[in-house]
Protein backbone atom coordinates (compact mmCIF):
# COMPACT_ATOMS: atom_id res chain seq x y z
CA UNK A 1 0.00 0.00 0.00
CA UNK A 2 1.49 3.49 -1.44
CA UNK A 3 -0.26 6.31 0.72
CA UNK A 4 0.73 10.13 1.63
CA UNK A 5 -1.05 11.61 4.70
CA UNK A 6 -3.97 13.82 2.50
CA UNK A 7 -4.38 10.06 1.05
CA UNK A 8 -4.62 8.65 3.99
CA UNK A 9 -7.09 11.23 5.86
CA UNK A 10 -9.44 11.22 2.95
CA UNK A 11 -9.52 7.35 3.22
CA UNK A 12 -9.73 7.12 7.32
CA UNK A 13 -12.87 10.13 6.82
CA UNK A 14 -14.25 7.96 3.98
CA UNK A 15 -14.58 4.74 6.50
CA UNK A 16 -15.73 7.02 9.76
CA UNK A 17 -12.18 5.47 11.12
CA UNK A 18 -8.93 6.80 12.40
CA UNK A 19 -5.67 5.97 10.90
CA UNK A 20 -4.63 2.42 10.06
CA UNK A 21 -1.03 1.48 12.26
CA UNK A 22 0.97 2.01 9.11
CA UNK A 23 -0.05 5.50 8.46
CA UNK A 24 0.58 6.41 12.04
CA UNK A 25 3.55 4.95 11.30
CA UNK A 26 4.49 7.17 8.10
CA UNK A 27 2.97 10.36 9.93
CA UNK A 28 5.01 9.85 13.38
CA UNK A 29 8.14 9.82 11.21
CA UNK A 30 7.84 11.88 8.22
CA UNK A 31 6.27 14.67 10.86
CA UNK A 32 9.87 14.05 13.13
CA UNK A 33 11.72 14.19 9.31
CA UNK A 34 9.87 17.95 8.55
CA UNK A 35 10.12 18.99 11.48
CA UNK A 36 13.91 18.29 11.63
CA UNK A 37 13.42 16.74 14.81
CA UNK A 38 14.72 13.49 12.61
CA UNK A 39 18.15 15.22 11.22
CA UNK A 40 19.65 14.10 8.01
CA UNK A 41 21.70 10.77 8.32
CA UNK A 42 19.93 9.79 11.49
CA UNK A 43 19.75 6.24 11.69
CA UNK A 44 16.00 4.94 12.85
CA UNK A 45 14.75 0.80 12.49
CA UNK A 46 11.71 -0.79 12.47
CA UNK A 47 11.65 -1.54 16.02
CA UNK A 48 12.27 1.86 17.53
CA UNK A 49 9.46 3.30 15.91
CA UNK A 50 7.32 0.32 16.34
CA UNK A 51 8.14 0.13 20.49
CA UNK A 52 7.37 3.87 20.42
CA UNK A 53 3.88 3.68 18.62
CA UNK A 54 3.06 0.49 20.21
CA UNK A 55 2.73 -1.07 16.75
CA UNK A 56 4.37 -4.59 15.13
CA UNK A 57 6.80 -4.16 12.98
CA UNK A 58 4.95 -5.12 9.99
CA UNK A 59 3.03 -1.51 9.69
CA UNK A 60 6.31 -0.11 10.28
CA UNK A 61 7.96 -1.77 7.46
CA UNK A 62 5.15 -0.51 5.20
CA UNK A 63 5.61 3.10 6.35
CA UNK A 64 9.75 3.20 6.21
CA UNK A 65 8.79 1.85 2.13
CA UNK A 66 6.58 4.81 1.77
CA UNK A 67 8.55 7.07 3.33
CA UNK A 68 11.91 5.82 0.93
CA UNK A 69 9.24 6.27 -2.19
CA UNK A 70 8.76 9.90 -0.95
CA UNK A 71 12.29 10.33 -0.56
CA UNK A 72 12.69 11.09 2.91
CA UNK A 73 14.50 7.49 4.20
CA UNK A 74 16.89 5.44 2.72
CA UNK A 75 16.33 1.93 3.32
CA UNK A 76 19.53 -0.13 4.71
CA UNK A 77 18.09 -4.03 4.47
CA UNK A 78 18.53 -5.26 8.36
CA UNK A 79 20.03 -2.34 9.71
CA UNK A 80 17.33 0.01 9.37
CA UNK A 81 16.90 3.57 7.17
CA UNK A 82 18.99 6.53 6.99
CA UNK A 83 17.46 9.95 7.02
CA UNK A 84 18.21 11.65 3.31
CA UNK A 85 19.78 14.83 3.10
CA UNK A 86 18.98 18.02 1.07
CA UNK A 87 21.70 20.01 -0.29
CA UNK A 88 21.52 23.03 -2.49
CA UNK A 89 21.15 21.06 -5.80
CA UNK A 90 17.98 18.52 -4.94
CA UNK A 91 16.60 21.87 -3.90
CA UNK A 92 16.54 23.24 -7.13
CA UNK A 93 15.67 20.26 -8.77
CA UNK A 94 12.53 20.01 -6.31
CA UNK A 95 11.71 24.11 -6.64
CA UNK A 96 12.17 23.39 -10.46
CA UNK A 97 9.75 21.02 -10.78
CA UNK A 98 7.18 22.63 -8.43
CA UNK A 99 7.79 25.90 -10.66
CA UNK A 100 6.78 23.86 -13.90
CA UNK A 101 3.59 22.15 -12.85
CA UNK A 102 2.29 25.13 -10.88
CA UNK A 103 2.40 27.45 -13.58
CA UNK A 104 1.19 25.30 -15.96
CA UNK A 105 -1.62 25.00 -13.91
CA UNK A 106 -2.13 28.94 -13.69
CA UNK A 107 -2.00 28.73 -17.32
CA UNK A 108 -5.15 26.34 -17.56
CA UNK A 109 -6.95 27.80 -15.25
CA UNK A 110 -6.73 31.29 -17.26
CA UNK A 111 -8.72 29.46 -19.50
CA UNK A 112 -11.51 28.39 -17.35
CA UNK A 113 -12.38 31.35 -15.13
CA UNK A 114 -15.77 30.20 -13.85
CA UNK A 115 -13.25 28.50 -11.54
CA UNK A 116 -11.08 31.02 -10.67
CA UNK A 117 -13.55 32.48 -7.42
CA UNK A 118 -13.66 28.70 -5.81
CA UNK A 119 -10.19 28.45 -6.17
CA UNK A 120 -9.10 32.07 -4.34
CA UNK A 121 -12.22 30.91 -1.80
CA UNK A 122 -9.82 27.94 -0.62
CA UNK A 123 -6.48 29.75 -1.07
CA UNK A 124 -7.56 32.33 1.46
CA UNK A 125 -8.31 29.96 4.29
CA UNK A 126 -4.89 28.69 3.54
CA UNK A 127 -3.43 31.72 3.61
CA UNK A 128 -5.60 31.93 7.00
CA UNK A 129 -3.96 29.00 8.26
CA UNK A 130 -0.43 29.70 7.75
CA UNK A 131 -1.03 32.96 9.31
CA UNK A 132 -2.46 31.63 12.33
CA UNK A 133 0.46 28.65 12.73
CA UNK A 134 2.73 31.39 12.22
CA UNK A 135 1.00 33.16 15.07
CA UNK A 136 0.90 30.00 17.18
CA UNK A 137 4.79 29.15 16.30
CA UNK A 138 3.67 26.04 14.55
CA UNK A 139 5.99 25.84 11.94
CA UNK A 140 4.80 22.33 10.55
CA UNK A 141 1.53 23.16 10.55
CA UNK A 142 2.44 26.66 8.42
CA UNK A 143 4.89 24.52 6.29
CA UNK A 144 1.80 22.14 5.61
CA UNK A 145 -0.53 25.24 4.73
CA UNK A 146 2.16 26.99 2.50
CA UNK A 147 2.58 23.53 0.71
CA UNK A 148 -1.38 22.96 0.49
CA UNK A 149 -1.59 26.63 -0.75
CA UNK A 150 0.86 25.57 -3.68
CA UNK A 151 -0.82 22.35 -4.07
CA UNK A 152 -3.92 23.47 -4.46
CA UNK A 153 -3.41 25.32 -7.76
CA UNK A 154 -1.27 22.63 -9.01
CA UNK A 155 -4.81 20.76 -8.63
CA UNK A 156 -6.47 22.62 -11.19
CA UNK A 157 -4.30 20.80 -13.91
CA UNK A 158 -7.06 17.76 -13.49
CA UNK A 159 -4.18 15.50 -14.20
CA UNK A 160 -3.89 12.23 -12.18
CA UNK A 161 0.21 11.40 -13.58
CA UNK A 162 0.20 15.25 -12.42
CA UNK A 163 -1.26 14.95 -9.40
CA UNK A 164 0.97 11.57 -8.35
CA UNK A 165 3.89 13.43 -8.85
CA UNK A 166 3.08 16.75 -6.82
CA UNK A 167 1.66 14.43 -4.01
CA UNK A 168 4.78 11.92 -4.26
CA UNK A 169 6.91 15.48 -3.77
CA UNK A 170 4.61 16.62 -1.25
CA UNK A 171 6.72 15.54 2.15
CA UNK A 172 10.60 16.64 0.46
CA UNK A 173 8.86 19.90 -0.03
CA UNK A 174 6.94 20.43 3.27
CA UNK A 175 10.31 20.10 4.42
CA UNK A 176 12.31 23.19 2.76
CA UNK A 177 9.35 25.20 3.37
CA UNK A 178 10.07 24.12 7.17
CA UNK A 179 13.74 24.38 6.96
CA UNK A 180 13.00 28.35 5.85
CA UNK A 181 10.55 29.19 8.45
CA UNK A 182 13.22 27.59 11.22
CA UNK A 183 16.13 29.71 9.51
CA UNK A 184 14.53 33.08 8.33
CA UNK A 185 11.58 33.18 10.97
CA UNK A 186 11.99 36.87 10.24
CA UNK A 187 10.62 36.17 6.40
CA UNK A 188 7.35 34.39 7.55
CA UNK A 189 5.31 37.68 7.38
CA UNK A 190 6.88 38.55 3.82
CA UNK A 191 6.21 34.96 2.52
CA UNK A 192 2.35 34.86 3.64
CA UNK A 193 2.16 38.57 2.19
CA UNK A 194 3.88 37.23 -1.29
CA UNK A 195 0.83 34.73 -0.81
CA UNK A 196 -1.68 37.19 -0.71
CA UNK A 197 -0.24 38.79 -3.97
CA UNK A 198 0.25 35.43 -5.66
CA UNK A 199 -3.39 35.07 -5.09
CA UNK A 200 -4.61 38.28 -6.23
CA UNK A 201 -2.43 38.01 -9.46
CA UNK A 202 -4.36 34.60 -10.32
CA UNK A 203 -7.90 36.01 -9.17
CA UNK A 204 -7.03 38.65 -12.03
CA UNK A 205 -5.72 36.50 -14.68
CA UNK A 206 -2.27 37.78 -14.49
CA UNK A 207 -0.08 34.91 -15.66
CA UNK A 208 3.40 36.95 -16.38
CA UNK A 209 2.97 38.27 -12.74
CA UNK A 210 2.30 35.34 -11.25
CA UNK A 211 4.64 33.48 -13.27
CA UNK A 212 7.28 36.06 -12.04
CA UNK A 213 6.53 36.54 -8.26
CA UNK A 214 6.35 32.76 -7.80
CA UNK A 215 10.07 32.61 -9.29
CA UNK A 216 11.40 35.32 -6.92
CA UNK A 217 9.12 33.95 -4.32
CA UNK A 218 10.95 30.46 -4.36
CA UNK A 219 14.19 31.96 -5.27
CA UNK A 220 14.77 34.26 -2.04
CA UNK A 221 12.71 32.16 0.50
CA UNK A 222 14.71 29.22 -0.61
CA UNK A 223 18.37 31.05 -1.00
CA UNK A 224 18.74 29.50 -4.34
CA UNK A 225 20.29 31.31 -7.11
CA UNK A 226 18.92 32.67 -10.06
CA UNK A 227 18.65 29.05 -11.70
CA UNK A 228 14.92 28.35 -11.64
Do not use: C, W
Request: charged share 25%.
Amino acid sequence: MQFSPASSSRASSSRGTGPSAAERAYSHVADAIISGELAASALITEGDVAATLGLSRTPVREAFLTLESAGLLRLFPKKGAIVTAVDDIETAELLQVRILLETKAVQLLGDRPGRIDAVDAELQSLIQAQTDAAAAGDLLAYARADHRFHSRIVDETHNSVIDEIYSRLGPRLERLVHRVAVRDPDTIDRLIAEHRLLAEHLQVGDTAAYDQLLRAHLESGHRVPRML
